[in-house]
């Protein structure tokens, strides 16, 4: 059973260009979460999703960016117009029931982003 | 606000020591509580976790963390660290009856001497 996938790995973007980030959940799992991870800081907890609804944003920043999953493919988190601040690992985890009680998040090994 | 705190950023261990790693969590309800490992170059695991029940939870790889309830703690131990340990160490909380995303901790870097 595959883990959860990312990619690219690595992206490498100059300010103003976009960003287009991927995630493939684990197989059976329906629920994806986006984390970002900027240097020498924990994670932070961006956006989660379910097959084509979004059932938390709070942590997304307003302005240039946006996630989605669709019902076939896999989790994208896009950011516009990348400043150099974005840069960061970004990680996906999913979980199969979404639950706060007893579920498990799994990661990805993240997508190291670099704005030039 | 929620948080999670880790005490140490840095640990330094010779091979054979004993590791205590400190976690603490600020959170008004009722949390389930993660400790996460990503060695280098790799992808988070989970090494164990706590959702009710016996406070003190064993994990993979001799691990095991205790769950305080009064002191807002969950502090990871292994009794005697090995140089395969070397990795950074993330201490994570959701709340039950929540979304279940995860508040995380900066993070604690784990280096074993051989």
């Known amino acids: 059973n595959a883990g959860v996938m990312q990619n690219p790995r690595h992206l490498v973007r100059r300010r103003g260009q976009e960003a287009r980030l991927r995630c493939s959940p684990m197989k059976g799992h329906s629920h994806v979460y986006w984390y970002r991870q900027l240097p020498e800081e924990g994670l932070k907890f961006m956006v989660y999703?379910?097959?084509?609804?979004?059932?938390?944003e709070s942590g997304m920043p307003k302005e240039r960016f946006s996630a989605e999953f669709p019902k076939e493919g896999p989790s994208i988190l896009r950011i516009q117009q990348v400043v150099r601040g974005d840069s960061a690992a970004y990680f996906c985890?999913?979980?199969?029931f979404g639950a706060g009680d007893t579920d498990t998040q799994y990661f990805g090994p993240g997508t190291r982003l670099t704005v030039l | 606000a929620q948080s999670v705190s880790q005490h140490n950023h840095h640990v330094i261990l010779s091979e054979a020591a004993s590791l205590e790693l400190g976690c603490n969590y600020s959170y008004g309800g009722t949390v389930n509580l993660f400790w996460y490992v990503q060695y280098p170059g790799q992808h988070l695991q989970l090494l164990l976790k706590y959702f009710s029940g016996d406070p003190l939870v064993k994990g993979i790889k001799g691990f095991e963390a205790e769950f305080i309830k009064s002191k807002f703690s969950f502090n990871l131990r292994k009794p005697s660290v090995q140089w395969s340990d070397t990795a950074e160490y993330f201490c994570?909380?959701?709340?039950?009856?929540?979304?279940?995303?995860?508040?995380f901790g900066k993070g604690t870097k784990l280096s074993v001497k051989p």
């Open positions: 999703l379910q097959k084509e609804n979004i059932i938390d």
């Open positions: 994570a909380v959701n709340l039950k009856g929540s979304q279940g995303n995860l508040i």
């Open positions: 985890a999913s979980s199969p």
